[in-house]
């Protein structure tokens, strides 16, 4: 990598600089999406146990299993709506 001399840099200017960069901060915002994704993905994994394990007590606590449901239904849809984010910002 050659440095771009200083003189070069004072005179570019705040905007010029925030062009240059906006290469490496779109993908740094990228990958950030990418890792809540998979953060989400998970906690849908983790739910989906968590019912087995709730359908699989002695008493089985209907409440309970209703509301892990709604959490992994709220789950898909932030997923989808992640993916959705990414495809529109960073379009292939």
């Not at 570019?12 to 062009?19: H, Q």
């Not at 739910?47 to 409440?63: G, M, P, S, V, Y």
Request: charged share 35%; proline share 3%.
């Amino acid at each position: 990598m050659k440095l771009t001399p200083y003189k070069k840099l004072i005179t570019m200017g705040k905007e010029a600089v925030d062009f240059a960069l906006a290469p490496v901060r779109a993908h740094s915002a990228q990958k950030k999406a990418e890792l809540e994704v998979a953060k989400l993905e998970e906690r849908k994994a983790t739910l989906e146990t968590e019912i087995n394990n709730l359908c699989a007590e002695r008493e089985i606590n209907f409440d309970r299993i209703i509301d892990k449901l709604d959490e992994i239904a709220l789950t898909e849809r932030r997923i989808k709506q992640f993916v959705k984010i990414v495809d529109e910002l960073f379009p292939v």
